[in-house]
């Protein structure tokens, strides 16, 4: 089954660049790579998603290495309200997802 | 507005009263899905559906019952509820493409937070 890894925790400083890694080694060739993040107990939100190429929109990138082993969310401009739990998502055999434990974002002023 | 409704928010009960905590949606999707999270757990998948009488068991389906008669609502069902199931419960839903590997992303609800005594 595909799942994924990711840093328990990160710290970034406001207004500069979030790099957060996931590494979803065993996922197959047409599974998507889905990010969301959770503000305190809020239910996820989602960012954006990816299969192969890279992915940009309002809020995110999402660069995807070319072997699909690992993937990387960029935040541009990190805000204080970026601060949240970030999940990288892979869809697993069937139609069940897994979340993992995600990475604990603190943005710093 | 676009979104999945759970009920209710915060519920505190007792061991073996059954309890429901209900889910609609109401931008016709096919996929339906329950999630727990447990701190340093993060979130497990209890039950999803990818329509209407169609439910599959997740990571976590031990002690809980799910039913998808409409294709709007998703209830789950502690038939006897014991404290391990004390715990912060979200549904979500998605569009599906039947046949296709899926891409939609899932929308989720506000969370029901459950303690069992």
């Known amino acids: 089954d595909a799942k994924t890894t990711q840093p328990p925790s990160m710290d970034c400083a406001e207004g500069r660049a979030a790099n957060l890694p996931c590494n979803h080694s065993?996922?197959?060739?047409?599974?998507?790579v889905y990010w969301y993040r959770q503000i305190h107990s809020q239910g996820p939100q989602y960012i954006i998603h990816?299969?192969?190429n890279n992915e940009t929109n309002e809020m995110a990138s999402l660069i995807i290495t070319e072997d699909r082993k690992s993937s990387t969310l960029i935040l541009p401009h990190a805000t204080l309200r970026d601060t949240a739990v970030y999940y990288c998502?892979?869809?697993?055999?069937?139609?069940?997802?897994?979340f993992g434990t995600g990475t604990s974002l603190t943005v710093i002023p | 507005e676009a979104q999945v409704t759970q009920n209710p928010r915060y519920l505190i009960t007792v061991t073996g009263k059954k309890l429901t905590v209900t889910c609609s949606q109401n931008?016709?999707?096919?996929?339906m899905s329950w999630y727990r999270q447990d701190p340093g757990l993060g979130l497990r998948q209890i039950y999803y559906?990818?329509?209407?009488?169609?439910?599959d068991k997740g990571d976590v389906p031990e002690g809980y019952k799910v039913s998808r008669k409409e294709k709007r609502n998703f209830p789950l069902i502690l038939e006897s509820p014991s404290p391990n199931q004390t715990s912060l419960y979200f549904c979500?839903?998605?569009?599906?493409?039947?046949?296709?590997?899926?891409?939609?992303?899932?929308?989720f609800g506000d969370g029901t937070r459950l303690s069992i005594l």
């Open positions: 979500a839903s998605s569009l599906w493409a039947v046949g296709a590997y899926s891409n939609q992303p899932q929308h």
């Open positions: 065993t996922i197959s060739g047409n599974e998507y």
């Open positions: 990816g299969l192969k």
């Open positions: 998502i892979v869809r697993l055999t069937g139609n069940q997802f897994y």
């Open positions: 931008m016709n999707h096919e996929y």
């Open positions: 559906s990818m329509n209407v009488e169609v439910t």
